[in-house]
T-cell receptor, first 113, second 112 residues
Framework: DGGITQSPKYLFRKEGQNVTLSCEQN?????MYWYRQDPGQGLRLIYYSQIVNDFQKGDIAEGYSVSREKKESFPLTVTSAQKNPTAFYLC????????????FGNGTRLTVT | LAKTTQPISMDSYEGQEVNITCSHNNIATNDYITWYQQFPSQGPRFIIQGYKTKVTNEVASLFIPADRKSSTLSLPRVSLSDTAVYYCLVGDWNFGNEKLTFGTGTRLTIIP
């Protein structure tokens, strides 16, 4: 079945460590996105990528980095510079044209202590 | 991306029709209206999308008046499994023309 896979589902890290969240899609979508969701809040855009080897900052990119070396993959690194990294992280993809809907993964819950 | 306003929460009884309205006064000519549903600890799921008038699919209807300054998501005969957060998204995101940012959504609770 086609879809988006985020791994792991739960991730625990010590403060000061970088951590990379995985996002893979087999939908042949051009566009991919990373969102952050805090308890009781909406989704805030971290980074997005329309094509391979290109990506743009969203509304809250500080303390995060991404890469898009392959169409299928869009990993997100939460760096030690991110002041409040504990959150629910969601990856999404879309065809990137015709206002096609976003398809989301089931998220990674990151806890930093 | 057009700013949207939705009720923060709504309650409804099982079996009733639920209508959630989204206001988007500054909607642009090329903007589409899309609704998503999110359950706890899951990613949002696409429900329905429209540009004008009425759109219906197997799970919901979307009503858009002629001025397009608002839209109403209609869920027929809701069940407990429809308890979720519903997001209204308005914009034209062809080829990354706009960032896609979600608001806080409407938390719908279905009462048995």
């Amino acid at each position: 079945d086609g879809g988006i896979t985020q791994s792991p589902k739960y991730l625990f890290r010590k403060e000061g460590q970088n951590v990379t969240l995985s996002c893979e899609q087999n939908l042949n979508h051009d566009a991919m996105y990373w969102y952050r969701q805090d308890p009781g809040q909406g989704l805030r855009l971290i980074y997005y990528s329309q094509i391979v080897n290109d990506f743009q900052k969203g509304d809250i990119a500080e303390g995060y980095s991404v890469s898009r070396e392959k169409k299928e993959s869009f990993p997100l690194t939460v760096t030690s510079a991110q002041k409040n990294p504990t959150a629910f992280y969601l990856c999404a993809s879309s065809r990137g044209q015709d206002n096609s809907p976003l398809h989301f993964g089931n998220g990674t819950r990151l806890t930093v202590t | 991306l057009a700013k949207t306003t939705q009720p923060i929460s709504m309650d409804s009884y099982e079996g009733q029709e639920v209508n959630i309205t989204c206001s988007h006064n500054n909607i642009a000519t090329n903007d589409y209206i899309t609704w998503y549903q999110q359950f706890p600890s899951q990613g949002p799921r696409f429900i329905i999308q429209g540009y004008k008038t009425k759109v219906t699919n197997e799970v919901a209807s979307l009503f858009i008046p002629a001025d397009r300054k608002s839209s109403t998501l209609s869920l027929p005969r809701v069940s407990l499994s429809d308890t979720a957060v519903y997001y209204c998204l308005v914009g034209d995101w062809n080829f990354g023309n706009e960032k896609l940012t979600f608001g806080t959504g409407t938390r719908l609770t279905i009462i048995p």
